[in-house]
């Protein structure tokens, strides 16, 4: 196989294209098909500065570097999430990543925060790890943007996750999921703008991006997720993908294209109003999620100096 602009020895095939590329003219496709999103999506402002969610995968050490290459200023985030050797090693990797290339980088841990890893969280709150996973990552991302003068937060989803994430929403009809499932939400109610600049590129283009330019990253996926349907609907669109491909990428774009249609801004769906009495983060009601998490685990939540102080500079 050849690649279908040089005529090289092809290192990837990309059928939903129905091409092939070598490694200098994949990575020239995949750094266009960022700048395009990024351009169509409305994602940076001149003089942003980034907060970036890195989590030790290939998609978030990945994006770090194509952020770079095109001379953003970019600030990494990694929270340790206290499972296991799962959370050491995505740590280690997203340090070691962040230290060989000179990327300042913040680690946090969810166990400073909350006084628990998130197995005990999950298992003590009754609650799915990825929900008591999720609500904490958003707290804490919110928090970290504002503290270090961030306007926006980037996160590494790819296509395959976008789109299987569409098939959950769509299948459950989660109204609320689904009208926020933009890859570029603004700023609202005291919540940091959010993007997804690797949403037209899929696991295989970036695991492909990854191993060429040698980045070491987490191979195995988080224990947590053993349940998690995301896998299953993934399976399943990646089958449909292989007897049509393309599928993927029409089913999510066919649904950004009719979004605003589908959910006309209302009242209903309002950012949050006021602000949580015990952390001053955006909320909807008297005390955020992740207050009255904390004060589950715990009935004498940290307050907000003692938490700021459980950061961690490179
Ligand atoms: Fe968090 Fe669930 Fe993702 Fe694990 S799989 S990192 S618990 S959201």
Redesign the pocket.
Known sequence: MNCRVCKKKAVIAIPRHNTAFCADCFDKYLMDQVRKTIKEFRMFEPGDRILLAV?GGKDSLALWEILKRLELDVLGYHLD?G?SEYSKESTEKTRAFAEKRGYPLIIEEIESETGAT?PVIAESTKRP??SA??LS?RHLFNRAARQHGCQVLATGHNLDDEASRLLGNILHWQDGYLEKQSPSLPAEGGLIRKVKPLNRLTEKEMATYAYLKGIDYVIR??P??AD?KQIFYKKVLNDIEKESPGTKQFFYFGFLERLEKMFPPSSENAPPAGSCKVCQEPCYTDICSFCRLRMKLSPFPETQETAESSINFI
């Open positions: 989590s999430l499972i998130l790890p990825c996973c999720g990552k996926e988080c947590m997720s998690a």
